[in-house]
Structures are given as C-alpha cells and as structure tokens.
C-alpha cells in the first residue's frame, strides 16, 4: 500500500498528471491535426476513396475496383474499418477532418503513454520518454491508418504489462480489442506476438506461479488468436503481414526502405540515448522484454515503416525497469480523475483544440503526392482512358475518379507488377512494350523520371501540361 502524500506532494502528483496526461496530448493533437505534412502520402487518398467505396456499397471489397490494370483481380482490404473511419472524417469535414482525426489519435496515444510512464517514473523521466518516442513516431506521422492503430497498441501493451505486473491473467476485453484490432490495420500480428510473449514470462516466473493466473493467459491467448479471424477476409488476413514483408520489392517504396545512417537519422540518436540511460542506470529487464526490445529494434533496422513500434512499445516495456532502477519499489496510481477546476480546463483545451481544426478550412494544394493542377488540365474525355502514371500519384487519381496504372497498394500487384513499373519509370525499353500492352494514351508522370524524356523523344507523344510537380503527356499517334 503506498503511503499517504502530504498536501505538497499530492500538488505536485495534481499538476503532473495534468500535464503528462491533459496539457500535453491536447497540445499534440493540436499541434498535429494543423501540421499539413500528415497529408503528404499518396496513400492517404486512396485510403479515403476505399472508405467512400465501403460506405456507398455497404460491403468490404475483394476484388479491385480501382486501376485498369488489376481491375477484378483479387484484393485483401485489410484495413477496412480505418478506411471507413477515414472515410467517415473527409466527409464530415473535409481535410480538417481527417487531420483532426490524425491529431485525436496522437493525442490519445501521448494521454495512454503519459499515464503509464508516471506509475514508474518522475514527470521529467516521463516527459524524457515521450519526446524520445516522438522521435520515433516522426517518419510515420502521416494520416494513414497505422498512425490511427497506435492508441490501440499502446492500450493493449499497458494491459499485458499491468496484468504482469499484478501477477493475474490479463482482462477478456483485450479478446473483443483483438477483434476490432484486426479490422482496422495488420499490426494486430505484433500484439498476438506481445501477448504470446508475456504469456511466457509468466509460464518461466516459476517462483509467482499460480494455477488460475497461468488458465487465465492461455484462455487469453487462444481467444485473441481466434478473434484475429473476424474479419471480412477469415483465415486468409494472417497472412497478409507476412506476405507484405516477404515481398522483394520492398526497398523500392520509401517506408520500406532501412534507414540511411549516412546521415541525420533520429533512430540513432534515440537508440544511443536509450542504451546509455539503460546502461548508466542499471535498469534490468528479464530475458522475455529484452529479447522483444531487441526484436523490435531489428524490424526498424530493416524498414522505417517500424520505427513507430519502438517509439510504442518500448518506453513501455523499459518504463518498470528504470524506474525500480532509479529507486522505485512499487508503481503509483495515477488515477484519471483531478480536480474539477484541472479537468474544465482540460477539457476547455480539448474543445477549443477540436472546434478550431473544424472552423478552420484545410484546402489542399499542389503537391509532390498531389498533381491537383494537372490532373485538372486533363480532359474529360481523356481522363477515361488508361493513363501511364507515377506510383506516388496512384492514390491521387484513384481519389479522383480515375484508374491508374498503378497506385501505393504494392501488395495487391505484386513483385513482378511492381519490379516492372520501377524499370518503366527508370525509362526502360520495356515502357513502349507496356504502353502498347495496356492500350496507353496519356501519362501523368513526375518530371525527374527519366520515362519523361523517353517519352518527349517519342514520335506521337506531345506535352498537355507541366510545372515543378507533374507532366501531363498525351499519345496523338497510332
């Protein structure tokens, strides 16, 4: 039992938490749902036009109903609900609603994070924390659905370590969590493996064993194993994670490229910054959490895309060992209630942060993922027919109604497709071949590409328009 606080310290316990659990994730949210750079990814329309398809057709696709060139052929949605939700915001509100939105998720995910680190460290610790995560969630900060999973992660990560720590079977809700999890973004496969983790934790805590707690874990683990298939795709979205990661023409798409230590990079600063505080303080971790840190630090050595798990998962995980290394005997409550003046504050702040993004409108502009003045110098009539396109303006077009060669759904076309497209855009002889193949009549291309300048050299080819981020050319020739 912890002892009594004294008038002085329970001030300072009022004003951290408020902090670390109100000011902050309010101004985050606030911060980010204003931040025009979470809408620079050419997946973000195309995450959208797949909820406008779900909610105008009231069912999940399988099949593609947007290019030309896989049109009809299998496709796995696994991230459905997001896009519904995504969807949902564009509609409600428009730009400033999908960013709001991005920004709520943020938000929520600093207010779970915050109120965990408190039970085992000092507020400066916990603030420490948290920017070090920020760092890591910077290359993903994108409105996209596996920025919106994150709260999702963070919740179920601070269940399993909290279930630990009690010494009891983690709650049945992370059962139904689980099944909502995994229609919203694949990352559920990361917490069946944390589960499955700490599950073992507990079967070597041979000294804490006890008969119901080991029952209740197992019962758990099986539910979430089995919740993972409710979804529109059953048994055939397990391996959907897998199949994105084995796929060979990953490090042709940014996210999925290692990170370039040759120059700044916040992971390896971050990383340092970890090892020595872990080091000078001493902090232990046992064999379960230390080879998942490690296991984590790997999957973001390999991708970018993964760095957003360490900057979730392992501020987490670290927070008990540090703290019991830097003196603390046991967590301490951090309850949500505060005084009533701090809660009308904060939610003061929240409301005033809410209603400012949505008074505010966002207007999209040109851009590197959106060639809104070039698709718009296109003709009507040449807007339906098949079109030679940069993979980053895919999500664009989809967006706005017209079928692309190819778009950021990798997945879905495949190594070959997608191998074959890099070798096009490099200006490769096998361009001509793909344009007489598919019928091409017009391209809208970056204009670095080289398969600009094949195609300006190319009889019957002209140019319909151009500036500093997209050409617009047409085939007048046979």
């Keep these: 039992m912890s002892p009594a606080l004294s008038p002085l310290q329970r001030l300072r316990d009022e004003r951290a938490r408020f902090a670390l659990v109100w000011v902050i994730p309010i101004a985050l949210a606030g911060v980010v749902s204003f ?26 696709p399988t099949t593609d109903p947007f290019s030309f060139t896989f049109a009809g052929r299998p496709w796995l949605a696994h991230e459905w609900l997001s896009e519904v939700v995504m969807a949902g915001a564009w509609l409600a509100a428009g730009w400033s609603g999908v960013m709001l939105l991005t920004g709520l998720a943020v938000g929520a995910l600093a207010t779970i994070m915050g109120r965990w680190l408190l039970r085992w460290l000092s507020p400066l610790s916990a603030l420490m924390a948290l920017v070090l995560s920020a760092g890591c969630l910077s290359p993903g900060l994108l409105a996209r659905p596996h920025l919106l999973v994150l709260p999702v992660l963070a919740l179920w990560t601070v ?22 999890w995994a229609n919203l973004h694949a990352s559920f496969i990361i917490g069946l493996a944390l589960l499955a983790a700490l599950a073992l934790e507990t079967l070597l805590d041979v000294r804490r064993w006890r008969r119901d707690t080991l029952i209740g874990w197992a019962i758990v683990l099986v539910g979430s194993a089995v919740a993972m ?75 970018i895309r993964q760095e957003v798990l360490i900057g979730v998962v392992v501020p987490l995980i670290v927070a008990e060992p540090v703290g019991r290394a830097m003196g603390a005997l046991a967590a301490k409550p951090v309850p949500w209630r505060l005084p009533a003046p701090q809660m009308t504050l904060g939610a003061g702040l929240l409301i005033a942060a809410i209603a400012a993004r949505l008074v505010i409108p966002e207007v ?115």
């Design 159 to 180: 269940a399993l370590l909290k279930a630990r720590d009690e010494n009891r079977a983690p709650t049945i809700w992370l059962v139904p969590l689980m099944a909502l």
């Design 35 to 60: 931040a025009q750079p979470i809408l620079n990814d050419a997946d973000t329309f195309w995450h959208i036009a797949a909820g406008r398809w779900i909610i105008a057709h009231r069912a999940v």
């Design 229 to 303: 298939v409710a979804t529109p795709h059953g048994v055939d979205g397990l391996g959907f994670p897998l199949q994105v990661l084995n796929m060979k023409t990953l490090p042709t798409i940014t996210e999925w490229r290692a990170p370039d230590f040759m120059r700044f990079e916040p992971l390896e600063v971050i990383l340092l910054a970890g090892l020595f505080f872990l080091s000078w303080r001493g902090a232990k971790l046992t064999a379960v959490r230390a080879l998942v840190v490690l296991g984590l630090v790997h999957m973001s050595l390999q991708h």
């Design 364 to 478: 999209r502009e040109d851009g590197p993922k959106a060639p809104i003045s070039a698709l718009a110098a296109v003709p009507a009539d040449l807007r339906g027919q098949p079109v030679l396109n940069a993979y980053d303006f895919g999500g664009y077009l989809i967006f706005e109604g017209v079928r692309p060669y190819i778009d950021g759904r990798a997945d879905m076309y495949g190594d070959n497709f997608v191998a074959a497209d890099d070798q096009i855009q490099r200006g490769d002889e096998s361009a001509i071949a793909a344009i007489d193949h598919y019928h091409i009549r017009w391209s809208i291309l970056e204009p670095g590409l080289p398969l600009v300048g094949v195609l300006d050299n190319t009889p019957g080819w002209k140019r319909l328009y151009a500036d500093k981020y997209a050409v617009v050319q047409e085939k007048v020739g046979p």
